[in-house]
């Protein structure tokens, strides 16, 4: 798949902007992460949207700041449904030539690392969106759409269970620590 490549130091002196979309199959990584190790080519991919804006900063280094979004599909760690999760990454970084540009300006500021003066713009925000993507979807565990209710057996019976391991108290009673 062609992947867009972005003259970053140009766009910075120019302060231009790019906005556009590619496919979650463009990237290196996060088709893997979304579709468990899965060929992401054989499912429909979903499309990262992207808004990036370019300026110089103070020091003349490329600013390069913007959203991605995209509707991943998610595994639920709760009741193993995939659920379909608005991800929102928010970029804010300086581009720089080398390890050592990096470490002098971070932790200050954020920055990646390009010798090439084109960038492929899914090495500019892979790293970020792949850090927004939440580990769990349902924020609230017990408003999960899709879990499964179980219900104790014995004594509260017909309570629903909102503290699973209620239970081990009466188990382990009399029990020294192991």
Known sequence: MLVTRLDVA????????????????AFERLGS?????????????????????????????????GTCKLVAPIVCTRCAETVDVEVESHLDFR?????????????????VVSEDAKVPLTALVEDD??????????????????????????DDAETSVSKPLRG??????????V
Not at 99 to 108: N, Y
Not at 129 to 139: F, H, M, W
């Open 10 to 25: 140009e766009l910075a002196r120019a302060g231009g902007s790019w906005r556009g979309a590619l496919d979650v199959a």
């Open 33 to 65: 992460v979304l579709f468990n190790g899965a060929d992401s080519s054989k499912v429909k991919s979903p499309r990262v949207s992207a808004v990036l804006d370019f300026s110089l900063d103070g020091e003349g280094w490329p600013w390069v700041r």
């Open 95 to 111: 581009v720089v030539e080398t390890d050592a540009q990096a470490e002098r300006l971070m932790p200050a500021v954020d920055a």
């Open 129 to 154: 969106i792949l850090l927004s993507i939440p580990e769990r979807c349902c924020v609230d565990w017990a408003k999960c759409d899709h879990a499964s209710e179980v219900v104790l057996v014995g």
């Open 168 to 177: 081990l108290r009466t188990i382990v009673e009399g029990h020294e620590p």
